[in-house]
Structures are given as structure tokens and as C-alpha cells.
């Protein structure tokens, strides 16, 4: 059995100033480097973690980093982690992106499961890319305990799948936190969550969504 830790990234600048990041490649702010700390101290006390994945986009790769020197190990790079890529949308406010997009924000917002941002990746090839990786890691590592750093949709993408929803039920999770922590175990091919969303250790450094971004 292989143990799963998916952690969402820190606070990033365009969280910060309410972008829409995508494959734009924004870093920590000084919140989101505290919160990364923040999970390292909570998973040095509470996990073994054989192995770090993360994103290689700054925000998730920062966020891994803290957990890479506590437990002395590399943190391995994999683009298949990145967030939905936004096409049109990168690095644009999600203020403006309402005005000039409306309909396509309207779906994003409310009908996640069946959105593509202008020019962009869909929701479900999200699920399509990320499900299979993870699982083909877990059957890698198996057991081991493997801790990815990675994005708001790729863990509610994981997140359906471990629950038994299909691509079009994405919409069904709500947004992870930044610098959640979701675990799953990985058994012969079968994938439980066990928690998911954990806050406790950030204290009151938990961030809330805008109700713009928020649905």
C-alpha cells in the first residue's frame, strides 16, 4: 500500500492580487512561504514521507521545499503536476476576466466540472492528466509514503477520483485551501481518501477564496 499526501501550494502572488495563474509561473508570498513551513512542521511530526514530487512551477515547488530539508530529500519536478493551463486567461485578474469573458467565467464558476478557460485546458483533461500519473507513482512507490506539491485543480481533480466521481463530477469537491494537506492510500489499484483539506496546522494563516472566484 502507498500513502499519498497531496498538498496544495502557499499563498502565491497572483492568490494574493486575485489572478488567474495557470501555467504562469508566480511564487510565494511571504504568507505562503510561512504556510509551507507550516506544513513541513506538521508533517515532520506526523508522516515518514519517502519521496517529494512537485510541480515545477515556483508556488508548488516553494511549498515543497520546507518538507524536502526536514526530511533531507530532493524534490522531483514534474510538469504534469501544473495547474489548468488558462490560454487567454493567464495572469489576467479574474475581475477581468469576467468582464471580457462572461460566458466562459460564468461555466468556470458554476459548472466547474465542463469549464475550459478561452484557449485553455479543460477541467476534465486536468482529471485525465493527473489521475493516471498519480496512480502510476503510487504503483512506483509502493509502500512508500509520496508527498506532491501541486494546485488547486489537480487536487480537486484527485480528490473526485479518490471519491468515486468521474471527470464531470469535479465541480462536486470545493477548492482546497492554500497549503491544504489531503491524504489518500493507494491499494492494488484502489484509491481511498482519508482526509482531506486539512487546515489545522496553518492556524490563522488560512486564506479564503474571493466571492468573485469562490462559486
Excluded at 55 to 77: C, M, N, Q, W
Excluded at 155 to 179: C, T
Aim: a negative charge; aromatic letters at 10%.
Amino acid at each position: 500500500m502507498t500513502r499519498l499526501i497531496l498538498v496544495r501550494h502557499g499563498q502565491s502572488i497572483a492568490n494574493e492580487k486575485n489572478l488567474f495563474a495557470g501555467h504562469s509561473d508566480f511564487d510565494l508570498t511571504e504568507l505562503g512561504h510561512r504556510q509551507a513551513r507550516a506544513v513541513a512542521n506538521y508533517l515532520f511530526q506526523t508522516e515518514k514521507i519517502d519521496v517529494i514530487y512537485a510541480s515545477d512551477l515556483l508556488r508548488a515547488y516553494h511549498t515543497a521545499t520546507p518538507t524536502a530539508e526536514a526530511f533531507g530529500l530532493p524534490v522531483i519536478k514534474d510538469e504534469s503536476f501544473r495547474e489548468i493551463f488558462g490560454g487567454a486567461w493567464e495572469s489576467m485578474s479574474f475581475t477581468d476576466i469576467a468582464e471580457q469573458y462572461p460566458d466562459a467565467f460564468g461555466v468556470w464558476r458554476k459548472d466547474y466540472a465542463h469549464c475550459r478557460p478561452v484557449d485553455g485546458e479543460s477541467t476534465q483533461e486536468v482529471y485525465e492528466r493527473v489521475v493516471p500519473h498519480v496512480c502510476e507513482l503510487a504503483k512506483k512507490h509502493d509502500g512508500q509514503c509520496v508527498l506532491i506539491a501541486t494546485h488547486a485543480t489537480i487536487v480537486r481533480a484527485f480528490e473526485a477520483y479518490a471519491r468515486g466521481l468521474g471527470a464531470d463530477e469535479v465541480g462536486k469537491i470545493p477548492f482546497a485551501h492554500n497549503s491544504s494537506i489531503n491524504i489518500y492510500t493507494y491499494d492494488q489499484g484502489t484509491v481511498t481518501a482519508v482526509r482531506s483539506n486539512i487546515t489545522e496546522h496553518l492556524g490563522d494563516m488560512v486564506t479564503v477564496l474571493p466571492t468573485i472566484i469562490n462559486a
